[in-house]
C-alpha cells in the first residue's frame, strides 16, 4: 500500500558537520505524500541539523534534497518556504512585539500566500483570526489580539504552527512541538495534528515525547550521532536492538 | 510601576501607597483599542495630531527674523534625517548611521544637475531625491544581510569615504564646492516646502508602518529568521525600507543645497549623521513624529548654544546623558502617556 504513495520529499546522502562534530552522517529516507513521519533520537543526534539543513537554514556538505523530482538543496530558506516546506522553530521565535493575529500578517503577506489568497486576500486580520482559532485560539476570549510577548508556551507553539499553516504548506517540518508543554497541552495538540493530516498535509516531526508521536505517526526515523540508524513503523522501530541501546544503553552481562 | 511603589515604600515607610494610572479621553478601549462614540472622543485623538500640523505650519510666521527662519529650514533638514533614522532603526531594525551620506548624495546630485547643467530648481530637487535614494540603496545593499552594529559601522565609514574620494580626485571642484547654486524663489517657499514634506513623511511614515508591509518590516526587526521561514525574501523588504528612507534623507540633501546655495564636502559632515541619533533619543525611538520634534528642539538650541563656543558641545552631552539616563522613553512617549493617563497617588 505505502509503496504506490508519491515521495514528496527525498533526501539523500545528507552531511553536514561544525567544526569536529559530524551532525549528519549521509542521511536518506523518503517523506511519502499525505504520512506522518516521526524523527527521534536522543540530544545531539542532529534532529535539529536535518531540518535546517531540509530547510535551507544551514548549507548541507554532500547530499541533495529534492521536493517533488525538483532539487532544493543550496536555495535559500525563504524559496523553500516558497515552494511548500513550511517549518516551525524548536525555540520559538514569535514577532514579541506584534499582536499574536499580526504575527501572521507576515506570512499571509509572503508571495506564496497572496498567490493562494482568494478573494478574501485582501482582509488577512480576518484570515489570520480564522487562522488562529484553527491551531486553537480562544476566539472570544481576546487571545488572538494580545501581544504574542503576553502568550504562554502553549500558544506560542500553536502560533508557529499557524505561521505554517498560513502559507498553505504542502509539506510542515515540526521542529518539537510538543517539547515543554504541560501533559494537557499536549493532549489538545494531538488532535490539531491530527486534523493536519486529515486536510492532506505531509508532517515530519521531529519529537522526544515518544507516546505521544506514536500515536499519530505512520513511519519512523531513529537518529543516532548524525546517523540512520533504523527506519519502519513505530512498534517495530522500537522494539529494534540498535535503538534500544542507543536510548538506554547496552545490557550488561554478567 | 512596581520599581516606584518600592522606592516610594522606602520613603515613606508604614503607609502603603502606591501610584494609580487611570485611562482618560475615551471610554471604551483596552490595550490600545478603542471604540469611538462621541464628537469630543474624536476631538480628544485628533488634538495632538492637528496641533502638531498647526503648530509647524504656523510656525514660520511668528519666528522673529530671517536668521530663526534659516535655522528652523535646517532643524526640518535635521527633522527629516532623525525621521528617516528613526524608521530605519526602530521599525525595520536597519541602524543606519549614514545620515550624512543621504544627505550628500542627494545635494551633489541636485547642486551638480543646477550647477553644470542650469537645470530649475523643480527638476533638480525631484531627480537629487529619486536619484540618490536609489544611489544610496544600491550602494549600501551589499552591506544589507550585516544586522544591528555592523550595519551602523558599515553606514558610518560611507560619508568619509565619499569625502575622501572627492577630496583626492579633486572630482566637483574639490574642497572649493560647487557654488553658487540656485538658490528657491524666496526662503518662504523653502520652508513651507521642508515642513509640508516633513508632516507628510511623518503622517506617511506613520500609516505606511500600520499596513500589512509595515507588520513585515516589525517581523524583520523582532526575528528575521522567523520572516525567512515564512516564505519572504528579507533582502528585498529591507531594500524597500531603505528606499523610502534614502529617499526622504537625499531630499534634505537637496534642500541644503538650494537652501545654502553651495555643495561642497561639508554635506558630509558627521553632524548630519550624529544629529539624528541626539534627536530619535530625545523625541522617543519609535514614535517618528518623537524625533522630528527633537531635532526641531535641539537644532535650534545648538544654535543659541553658538556664543558658548566649544562649551555648547558639553551642554549638549549633558542634555543626552540625562535624557538616555532619567528619561529613557523620551520626550513623546513621556507626553502621550501623560496624555492618555492621570495619575495619582491611592493609598492601600
Given at each position: 500500500m505505502e509503496e504506490q504513495k508519491k515521495s514528496i520529499l527525498k533526501v539523500r546522502n545528507l552531511s553536514k558537520s561544525f567544526g569536529g562534530v559530524?551532525?549528519?552522517?549521509?542521511v536518506s529516507f523518503d517523506l511519502l505524500e499525505g504520512e506522518v513521519l516521526g524523527v527521534i533520537g536522543p540530544n545531539g543526534s542532529g534532529k535539529t541539523t536535518l531540518v535546517n539543513a531540509i530547510t535551507g537554514f544551514v548549507k548541507p556538505e554532500t547530499g541533495e534534497v529534492f521536493f517533488k523530482d525538483m532539487r532544493i538543496t543550496g536555495l535559500p530558506p525563504y524559496k523553500i518556504a516558497d515552494l511548500g516546506v513550511a517549518r516551525t522553530f524548536q525555540v520559538v521565535r514569535p514577532f514579541l512585539s506584534l499582536r499574536s493575529f499580526k504575527n501572521l500578517i507576515v506570512p499571509l503577506w509572503s508571495p506564496r500566500a497572496r498567490r493562494f489568497a482568494g478573494s478574501r486576500g485582501g482582509d488577512r486580520d480576518a484570515v489570520a483570526i480564522d487562522l488562529l482559532e484553527e491551531v486553537g485560539f480562544e476566539r472570544d476570549a481576546y487571545v488572538p489580539y494580545k501581544s504574542a510577548s503576553a502568550l504562554p508556551l502553549g500558544y506560542l507553539k500553536r502560533l508557529e504552527l499557524a505561521r505554517c499553516l498560513a502559507l498553505r504548506p504542502e509539506v510542515i517540518i515540526c521542529d518539537e512541538v510538543f517539547s515543554g508543554l504541560s501533559m494537557s497541552e499536549i493532549a489538545s495538540m494531538v488532535p490539531l495534528i491530527e486534523r493536519l493530516r486529515m486536510r492532506g498535509v505531509t508532517l515530519m516531526m521531529i519529537e522526544h515525547r515518544l507516546r505521544e508521536l506514536f500515536s499519530v505517526a505512520d513511519k519512523v526515523i531513529v537518529l543516532c550521532f548524525g546517523e540512520k540508524l533504523a527506519e519502519g513503523r513505530p512498534e517495530q522501530v522500537m522494539n529494534d536492538e540498535k535503538v534500544r541501546s542507543a536510548y538506554l544503553g547496552e545490557e550488561i552481562r554478567l | 510601576m512596581n520599581h516606584e511603589r518600592k522606592t516610594m515604600n522606602r520613603e515613606i515607610g508604614a503607609i502603603e501607597r502606591r501610584k494609580e494610572r487611570l485611562d482618560r479621553g475615551i471610554k471604551a478601549r483596552t490595550e490600545g483599542l478603542y471604540a469611538i462614540q462621541s464628537w469630543r472622543e474624536v476631538l480628544y485623538l485628533l488634538a495632538p495630531r492637528a496641533s502638531l500640523i498647526i503648530g509647524l505650519l504656523v510656525l514660520p510666521l511668528v519666528l522673529p527674523g530671517l536668521y530663526w527662519q534659516r535655522v528652523l529650514g535646517l532643524a526640518g533638514v535635521y527633522a527629516l534625517l532623525a525621521i528617516s533614522f528613526d524608521f530605519l532603526a526602530e521599525r525595520v531594525g536597519l541602524v543606519c548611521i549614514g545620515g550624512a551620506f543621504m544627505i550628500g548624495v542627494g545635494g551633489y546630485i541636485s547642486g551638480g544637475l543646477n550647477y553644470y547643467l542650469k537645470l530649475p530648481v523643480f527638476l533638480t530637487i525631484p531627480i537629487g531625491t529619486f536619484g540618490g535614494a536609489i544611489l544610496c540603496t544600491l550602494l549600501w545593499l551589499p552591506c544589507l544581510p550585516l544586522r544591528g552594529i555592523y550595519f551602523a559601522v558599515v553606514t558610518f565609514m560611507f560619508p568619509f569615504l565619499t569625502t575622501s574620494i572627492i577630496l583626492a580626485g579633486n572630482?566637483?571642484?574639490?574642497?572649493?564646492?560647487?557654488?553658487p547654486i540656485a538658490g528657491f524663489p524666496s526662503t518662504w517657499i523653502g520652508i513651507y516646502l521642508i515642513l509640508v514634506i516633513l508632516l507628510t513623511s511623518i503622517f506617511g511614515l506613520r500609516r505606511l508602518c500600520g499596513e500589512d508591509i509595515g507588520v513585515v518590516f516589525a517581523g524583520i526587526k523582532d526575528n528575521d529568521q522567523a520572516v525567512y521561514a515564512s516564505g519572504i525574501n528579507v533582502t528585498r523588504v529591507k531594500v524597500y525600507a531603505l528606499y523610502i528612507a534614502s529617499m526622504i534623507g537625499c531630499f534634505a540633501g537637496a534642500f541644503v543645497a538650494h537652501f545654502s546655495g553651495f555643495v561642497g564636502v561639508s554635506l558630509f559632515a558627521v553632524d548630519f549623521s550624529i544629529m539624528p541619533i541626539s534627536a530619535c533619543i530625545m523625541g522617543g525611538p519609535g514614535t517618528l513624529a518623537g524625533p522630528a520634534l527633537g531635532a526641531l528642539i535641539l537644532a535650534p538650541l545648538s544654535e543659541l548654544l553658538r556664543g558658548f563656543g566649544q562649551l555648547r558641545v558639553v551642554l549638549y552631552c549633558f542634555v543626552l546623558v540625562g535624557f538616555i539616563l532619567f528619561k529613557p522613553e523620551g520626550l513623546l512617549n513621556w507626553a502621550t502617556r501623560k496624555y492618555h493617563q492621570i495619575e495619582h497617588w491611592v493609598k492601600v
Open positions: 559530524k551532525a549528519l552522517k549521509e | 572630482l566637483f571642484e574639490g574642497t572649493e564646492g560647487l557654488s
